[in-house]
């Protein structure tokens, strides 16, 4: 997953960027509250002239990216409970996650992301808060539940285990996976393998006629010196 940072600007309107030097002590999660918006669009609302609300958040999750729109030591107004010295707003990191799209993706990319941020904070998930936590409102309310909450209880597990599993130095399933086809791809980039046949009818043999003592290249090389005999041909 990309993490990119693109700040909206200090005096963005309805006081979106309120500028309040922060020093977080938990993270807040919530949903965005809405089915179609990707991370781009929610980052693109926060400075379209149409949207008229005193409403921010720090960084928006979806299946692709996660992005910083607020810097995290500066307080965004998310929580919905005022502008205390000790409110959500002023002490909390928000984070929006995505409905859009693949939202099992958008999840696993949020538990990745927040388990990131509690680990480099040296924090547990006793620090993680629902926007519920702060105000009451039913978000993230893709984890409500009819009030069960079943989803945020869900969501704090899979955040305890990936600290956990981490903390162990292990590599998830998935991690693995990934490795795996990373190298096989290596592995397969760097393989020499004769002329294959595009080269052979373009070029008429596979060692141009003895030039080459031992044609074996990789598919990259192959391509490398097709390129350099088209423009000395020219
Ligand atoms: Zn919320």
Request: charge should be positive; include cysteine.
């Amino acid at each position: 997953m990309l993490y990119r940072k693109d700040p909206i600007p200090k005096g963005t309107a309805n006081n979106r960027r309120p500028g309040y030097s922060m020093s977080p002590t938990t993270i807040t999660i919530h949903n965005t509250g809405n089915p179609s918006s990707t991370a781009d669009n929610e980052r693109s609302w926060l400075t379209n002239p149409g949207n008229t609300r005193t409403a921010s958040f720090h960084i928006v999750v979806d299946s692709k990216e996660a992005i910083e729109c607020i810097p995290l030591n500066e307080n965004a107004w998310h929580a919905g409970d005022g502008s205390g010295a000790a409110s959500g707003n002023r002490t909390s990191i928000s984070i929006e996650i995505c409905e859009s799209g693949d939202y099992a993706k958008n999840l696993d990319n949020a538990v990745q992301l927040v388990a990131g941020m509690l680990r480099e904070r040296g924090w547990g998930v006793d620090r993680l808060r629902r926007h519920w936590d702060w105000s009451k409102k039913i978000c993230p309310r893709l984890m409500y539940d009819g009030g069960k909450w079943t989803g945020w209880f869900d969501f704090k597990n899979r955040v305890a285990a990936e600290l956990a599993g981490k903390d162990e130095g292990k590599v998830t399933k998935q991690e693995y996976e990934a490795m795996e086809k990373r190298i096989a791809k290596l592995e397969e980039d760097n393989k020499l393998v004769p002329a294959p046949k595009w080269f052979i009818s373009e070029f008429g043999s596979p060692d141009l006629k003895g030039l080459i003592a031992d044609p074996q290249l990789t598919t990259e090389g192959w391509r490398t010196l097709a390129i350099g005999l088209r423009s000395s041909r020219k």
